[in-house]
């Protein structure tokens, strides 16, 4: 049914918007290099698909790695991430033999990183947002609290942190949204295509990480809570369970199989997991190791650790988070019905990924901002704050409006400061300040130290920072690439200017969308957009009542 909107152009679809957004915020916050080392671990396996290099370099070996069939030293990790960089790793060996980047041979990072890190970041990034616009708006919100949760996920959450730094969780955080939204538009048109794509997505999370099958069972929560709360038939329910398992576990079942059959690749069985092996070989090489290696922590730290210390607490690294839970406990009987159950699902997936990293010896993935073992679910939670306020701030006090704002706009300060500097450089100066240090305060420190001058003089240095070349340069150098480049002088000085030229460019424009978005919103242009809710259709062939979006199916663009 053709929708009464004629929009004058790319700028007046909020979909495009939001995706130009997220191009431009991701261009910005690019290092080059790929923010871990287990990423550069995993862009070498990605080479060693299409080339002769090997799946792990001899010399980080016996440091990573474990040795696998026919003696062959193969890494730890799923093969997910590596699939995904597979084209740019392509792509990016062909630009680096280029003749004008053959000053880059042996810079770190190489030209190859550049382009993989470039390629990969700001793809997830755009398409994480704009999953997220229709998810939000699948779930009845208007254009302009879909618009301003996707701006709070991006700059209010961790997500910004690792659309820096490459690791899985943004990808992991995709196929989730994916998978959810994708999977809820099933549910509620019986269309087969939405439930093939939520399941595909939620499926290649298998081959990520399998801790990711939680994932699979917080979106059946999800879908079982919608229709516990509607009141569907017990007949209905019945007939769609059986629709499910025709469509959605065949492809579980496949993406499953793919992972076991990488790892008897690897490994030569199907029966076991790489934790499994890596346990096995490195008690071998360290036999003094405990009994209960590597799942040694006490449970009291495992659980606590993640929620109240202040070097990794989710509250601190992520106080979204807390405006979502406030706001779902003080206005849960005004929630829809879909809001609780995102709500209760991303809160038990929550809960359900402490419990089991609680246990694990690293349980919050040591170098990283904030627990990245928990960023995921966390995002997803934290993501639906602003929308909820946005929806309901009319039965919220002065004082409770003004206080949700003012986390909110904490929540983004705490996301900006996280990528000015990279993320080990707190981590280095906690081994000599000790424990208890407040990690995201010790940010905000060292930017004004930098700024100032004062790193030695208030006490932010050690031997760890200081003695290497290398350590020292990324401790003290914002951490994009062009005032890298500038810095560490691989580049001749009138290139470097032109590149950070180019990188305040880009800031300006998006500043100027954002303020376009703020505009557009408060003109309320973008309400002229159907409202998104769903309406019953008669007469189609669907196993129970099927709905229709009051906008068209494709809610990214208008209407032909």
């Known amino acids: 049914m053709a929708v009464a909107h004629n929009p004058r152009g790319l700028f007046s679809r909020p979909a495009f918007l939001i995706g130009l957004t997220a191009l431009l915020a991701a261009l910005l916050l690019q290092s080059g290099e790929m923010g871990s080392a287990d990423t550069s671990m995993r862009l070498q396996n990605t080479h060693s698909f299409w080339t002769s290099a090997p799946p792990v370099r001899p010399e980080d070996y016996p440091e990573f790695g474990l ?52 390629g990969c970041n700001t793809l997830v990034c755009v398409l994480a947002l704009l999953v997220c616009f229709r998810l939000l708006r699948r779930l009845e919100f208007t254009v302009n609290q879909a618009l301003a949760g996707a701006l709070g996920l991006l ?72 229709v516990g709360c509607e009141g569907m038939r017990v007949s209905n329910v019945r007939q769609r369970f059986f629709s499910f398992a025709r469509i959605a576990l065949p492809l579980y079942a496949f993406f499953f199989a793919m992972d076991r059959l990488y790892q008897w690749y ?40 993640p929620l109240i210390t202040p070097e990794k607490s989710i509250f601190l690294f992520d106080p979204l988070i807390i405006l979502t839970l406030v706001l779902a406990l003080l206005l849960w009987k005004h929630m829809r019905a879909q809001t609780k159950a995102w709500v209760l699902a991303t809160g038990s997936l929550l809960c359900g990924y402490i419990s089991f990293y609680a246990r694990y010896f690293d349980w919050s993935g040591d170098f990283a901002w904030g627990d990245r073992y928990l960023s995921m679910p966390v995002e997803l939670l934290a993501m639906m704050a602003i929308p909820l306020l946005l929806r309901h701030r009319g039965k919220l006090r002065a004082v409770a409006g003004g206080t949700a704002w003012g986390i909110g706009t904490a929540s983004v300060v705490v996301q900006l400061a996280s990528v000015i500097f990279w993320h080990p450089l707190e981590v280095y100066q906690v081994m000599t300040m000790g424990h208890p240090t407040f990690v995201v305060g010790l940010r905000f420190k ?24 290398w350590q020292r340069f990324h401790s003290t150098t914002p951490y994009f690439m ?39 919103a408060r003109r309320q242009e973008f309400e002229e957009w159907p409202t998104g809710k769903w309406r019953p259709v008669a007469g189609e062939n669907s196993l129970v009542t099927t709905y229709r979006m009051n906008d068209s199916e494709n809610s990214f663009l208008p209407e032909r």
């Open 67 to 118: 040795v696998g069939r026919n003696g062959t030293i193969h890494g730890w990790y799923g093969i997910g991430q590596s699939i995904l960089m597979l084209p740019f790793d392509i792509a990016g060996t062909y630009v680096a033999d280029l003749p004008i980047f053959e000053s880059f041979e042996g810079h770190d990072p190489s030209i190859r990183e550049m382009v993989v890190s470039y």
């Open 155 to 226: 700059f209010g959450t961790t997500f910004l942190h690792y659309t820096q730094n490459m690791l899985e969780n943004n990808l992991i955080t995709l196929l989730d949204l994916t998978g959810f939204c994708f999977q809820y538009e099933w549910l509620r048109s019986g269309r087969t295509r939405t439930l093939v794509i939520g399941s595909a997505a939620l499926g290649a999370n298998l081959l990520v990480r399998l801790t990711t099958v939680m994932d699979l069972m917080a979106c059946g929560v999800f879908l079982l809570v919608i």
């Open 266 to 305: 690897r490994y030569g069985s199907i029966f076991n997991t790489y934790l499994g092996i890596f346990t096995q070989q490195i008690r071998e090489r360290n036999p003094d190791l405990p009994a209960k290696f590597p799942w040694t922590t006490p449970w009291h730290e495992g659980i606590g650790g």
């Open 446 to 469: 060292n930017i004004a130290a930098d700024i100032l001058g004062k790193y030695e003089q208030w006490g932010l240095t050690n031997d760890w920072m200081w003695s290497d070349s």
């Open 482 to 520: 062009p005032f890298m480049l500038w810095r560490d002088g691989s580049v001749q000085a009138g290139t470097a200017h032109a590149l950070i030229a180019a990188w305040f460019l880009v800031l300006a424009a998006l500043i100027r969308v954002l303020l376009l978005l703020k505009t557009k």
